[in-house]
DNA sequence: AAATGTATCAACCGCCGGGAA
DNA sequence: TTTCCCGGCGGTTGATACATT
């Protein structure tokens, strides 16, 4: 054991990452898939170890991520799920979508912990302070005995059961994470979020290198959104053809037609590893043709499921029996009762979907310059604008909120 | 305006477990 | 079985921003 190989090699950059960094990195994994984090470094030109590349996109250059502050259901919840898990931060980060375990941790430490100790609770056993526990003393924060856990909702014990967890809602994280994107950008000069920033790349990629650097399935896999912007047919609105718009598009399609996965089946946690995951070029490339809405759907479904759990996998669905299924649940007020599943999403998916079922328009296409996305110029601004994150309008945040639901899962 | 204290957060450290050789 | 590699996790640190005096 000991500390892994790569720490121990010289020569490698350590701190903050820089702009030419990040860019690296991303063009990398949006391009191939991240495979074994430790060749990362190599084939992108790295100065890292593996595992500071790994941390970097998990904690920051991944396109699900939410950011900006916590809201207060989010904070409630971390709570009440330390009560039950203790401080297995990637476990309650499981449960909050588009938040790692890295944020979750921090504001655990920087903030609940003493908003707890201000109610005259200990931020360790959930009890009340005690004499024997004065604040501020801190002792190692062990899982609390399930049992001893009178408070603990059905819904805590659902999560923490030993099933695995079911997916997530299928289309908060990565829409969510767009629409955030989309509608936190005050300044179209310059790049506010890491969605900006992968979108920044995978369009300048597209632009640049004509569609045709690596086959379809593997975009698929490996960077839906660049595939989503190659397929015009899965564009709400044709009108306009800049790249930002054709991802905006996109994603909000994928809002549109909130099909239950259970009945589509498509995204389940086994998992054939994907190109991404295995980070080689697959040389199948028939089987997994897709040509419809629905499809992309799947996609996009995929990439918030997989950039949650790594990897992902179609189901054996037959393409024209994944056709009929599109068609029922279009045809079918589905997308009602799934929404009422998910209770309180509805209301904003619904209202968009009704617009944009009627209208066809892009949501946010108003919301763009033309160039905003041309080049990679972007990126130092991008960085310079990262701590301001933080520091986004908690009503942005909120409206985005209402439309997960995360006592749901 | 400067000094000091506090909060926040990105990143590193070190350990662990799984899997391959 | 042992050793090594790797990914993942939780704890901690250090830099920076912000607030207060």
């Known amino acids: 054991m000991g500390r ?7 020569k490698l950059r350590k701190g903050l990452w820089s702009p030419e960094e990040d860019e690296k990195l991303l063009r990398h994994i949006t391009k191939y898939g991240h495979g074994c984090w430790s060749s990362v470094p190599k084939q992108a030109g790295l100065q890292r170890c593996g595992k500071s590349c790994r941390l970097r996109w998990i904690n920051y250059l991944r396109p699900d991520l939410k950011r900006g ?3 207060q259901q989010e904070e409630d919840l971390i709570i009440e799920l330390h009560a039950v898990l203790g401080n297995r931060w990637s476990q309650i980060a499981a449960q909050l979508p588009g938040r790692t375990d890295n944020e979750i941790k921090n504001l655990w430490n920087s903030c609940i912990k003493k908003k707890l100790r201000q109610r005259g609770i200990d931020p360790n056993t959930h009890k009340p302070l005690t004499e024997t526990n004065e604040p501020g ?10 049992s001893d856990n009178k408070s603990s909702s059905k819904q805590l014990q659902l999560l923490v059961s030993t099933e695995p967890a ?6 908060m994280p990565l829409e969510d994470g767009y629409h955030q994107a989309e509608c ?6 310059s790049i506010t979020t890491t969605k900006e920033l992968f979108q920044l790349v995978t369009c300048h990629e597209s632009s640049s290198n004509s569609m045709s650097y690596v086959p379809l399935p593997q975009l698929t896999a490996s960077n839906p959104l660049l595939w989503f912007s190659q397929n015009p047919e899965l564009n709400c609105s044709n009108n306009n053809n ?12 994928s809002m549109m037609l909130p099909v239950p996965t259970s009945s589509m089946g498509l995204i389940t946690p086994q998992c054939i590893p994907s190109y991404w995951e295995a980070g080689q070029p697959s040389s199948n490339s028939s089987g997994s043709t897709l040509n419809s809405a ?46 009422e599943y998910l209770q309180g999403t509805f209301s904003m998916s619904a209202a968009i979907h ?11 296409s108003d919301m763009k310059t033309e160039n905003q996305f041309e080049n990679i110029d972007g990126l130092n601004s991008w960085h310079q604008g990262q701590h301001q994150q933080s520091l986004q309008p908690p009503d942005m945040y909120e409206k985005d909120f209402q439309r997960m639901n995360i006592h749901s899962f």
């Open 69 to 71: 502050t916590f809201s």
């Open 294 to 339: 629905a499809n992309g759907i799947e996609l996009q479904r995929g990439a918030a499921s997989f950039f949650d759990n790594a990897i992902f996998q179609w189901s054996d669905l037959t393409h024209s029996s994944k056709e009929a299924q599109i068609q029922q649940l279009e045809s079918e007020p589905e997308d009602l009762k799934w929404s």
């Open 166 to 171: 079911p997916p997530p809602p299928p289309f």
């Open 137 to 146: 003393e801190d002792i190692k924060a062990a899982p609390p005995n399930n």
């Open 242 to 253: 800049n790249n930002s718009t054709t991802i905006a598009s996109a994603s909000t399609s």
């Open 4 to 10: 892994h190989s790569c720490c121990y090699k010289q």
């Open 354 to 364: 009704g617009q944009n079922q009627n209208q066809s328009q892009p949501l946010y």
């Open 184 to 189: 936190s950008t005050s300044n179209k000069n």
